[in-house]
């Protein structure tokens, strides 16, 4: 199985700051790759997919990009409404695979 | 309004069975191949299963393979997972979600249904 790599697992951000999250697989993935955001309670949202396509309706400060086996998602100035956790998901193969999740705190 | 909506969890012994439901309401549900994917308390997202549109090809994580089995009914709109010789480990929210047109992404969610395996 491909496993996805996030980093940092946590961070804390203020509001209107530029923040940054990646993605690594352990094998190439070819931009088969899908943020999703999820807050507690609620339907886990797709925000990207094929590495840097916006979801419709999915703010523009959203985005992605990468290649092979680095993706980074950013948020370019953080919204009270940003703050949730953060998963990337590679589709490239069947066996679908997820990070570990980054959660986004108010600092 | 286009959504999912799962039913069907609950506190079960370890070894036990039960049954999800998830709900599709505001698309063509026998178009799209679905999938459970599920979150252990303090954990990650983990895909558990997925089944295509027709119904006629099924896929399983090897965490549940041979005890978990999806389903689906199109004149119900209702996707199923028979979750059979439960765990302590299958503890967890689990979450129906609709496959995207060609790619096995997830374009829509369910809110989840709590799953809690414990004598």
């Known amino acids: 199985d491909i496993q996805m790599t996030q980093s940092p697992s946590s961070l804390s951000a203020s509001v209107g700051d530029r923040v940054t999250i990646t993605c690594r697989a352990s094998q190439g993935i070819y931009n088969s790759l899908a943020w999703y955001q999820h807050k507690p309670g609620k339907a886990p949202k797709l925000l990207l997919y094929?590495?840097?396509k916006l979801e419709s309706g999915v703010p523009s400060r959203f985005s992605g990009s990468g290649s092979g086996t680095d993706y980074t998602l950013t948020i370019s100035s953080l919204q009270p409404e940003d703050f949730a956790t953060y998963y990337c998901?590679?589709?490239?193969?069947?066996?679908?695979?997820f990070g570990q999740g980054t959660k986004v705190e108010i600092k | 309004e286009v959504q999912l909506l799962e039913s069907g969890g609950g506190l079960v012994q370890p070894g036990g069975s039960l049954r999800l439901s998830c709900a599709a309401s505001g698309f063509t549900f026998s178009s799209y191949a679905m999938g459970w994917v599920r979150q252990a308390p303090g954990k990650g997202l983990e895909w558990v299963s997925a089944l295509s549109a027709s119904g006629s090809d099924t896929f399983y994580a090897d965490s549940v393979k041979g005890r978990f089995t999806i389903s689906r009914d199109n004149s119900k709109n209702t996707l199923y997972l028979q979750m059979n010789s439960l765990r302590a480990e299958d503890t967890a929210v689990y979450y129906c979600a609709k496959r995207y047109t060609n790619y096995w992404y997830f374009d829509l969610w369910g809110r989840g249904t709590l799953v809690t395996v414990s004598s």
């Open positions: 998901q590679q589709y490239y193969t069947i066996v679908w695979t």
């Open positions: 094929a590495a840097s």
